[in-house]
Nanobody
Framework: EVQLEESGGGLVQPGSSLRLSCAAS????????MNWNRQAPGKGLEWVST????????NYADSVKGRFTMSRDNAANRVYLQMSNLNPEDTAVYYC??????WGQGTQVTVSS
C-alpha cells in the first residue's frame, strides 16, 4: 500500500523557517519525481515544487523561488521542503504527492504574528 505522511508543519511568525518532511512507503520511491503542493484557506491547490528521482534537480513556483528548497533522501524514502523567510501568504496545508495520483494527508503551516 502506497503511503505518504507529511510532518513538520506548525504556527510560526513571519520571517521564520520551517522544514517539512514526507515519509514514503509502499512503492519504489527512488524512481519517482516527487512534488509538494499546497492549498491556502479558500483557495485552490497550488503547485510548489518538484524534484527529480535522483534528487539532482528541483524546480519551484515563482511564489517560493529563492525561499524554499526541496530535497530528498532516497535511502530513507523521504522528501523535504526547507522553507525560509515565511510570510502570511505561505499559510496553507502542504501535501507531498507523486504520479498525479498519490497524496499524503497534508501538514498545516500557519504564518502569523
Amino acid at each position: 500500500e502506497v503511503q505518504l505522511e507529511e510532518s513538520g508543519g506548525g504556527l510560526v511568525q513571519p520571517g521564520s523557517s520551517l522544514r517539512l518532511s514526507c515519509a514514503a512507503s509502499g512503492f519504489d520511491f527512488s524512481i519517482f519525481p516527487m512534488n509538494w503542493n499546497r492549498q491556502a484557506p479558500g483557495k485552490g491547490l497550488e503547485w510548489v515544487s518538484t524534484i527529480n528521482a535522483l534528487g539532482t534537480f528541483a524546480n519551484y513556483a515563482d511564489s517560493v523561488k529563492g525561499r524554499f528548497t526541496m530535497s530528498r533522501d532516497n535511502a530513507a524514502n523521504r522528501v523535504y521542503l526547507q522553507m525560509s523567510n515565511l510570510n502570511p501568504e505561505d499559510t496553507a496545508v502542504y501535501y507531498c504527492n507523486f504520479a498525479s495520483r498519490y497524496w499524503g494527508q497534508g501538514t498545516q503551516v500557519t504564518v502569523s504574528s
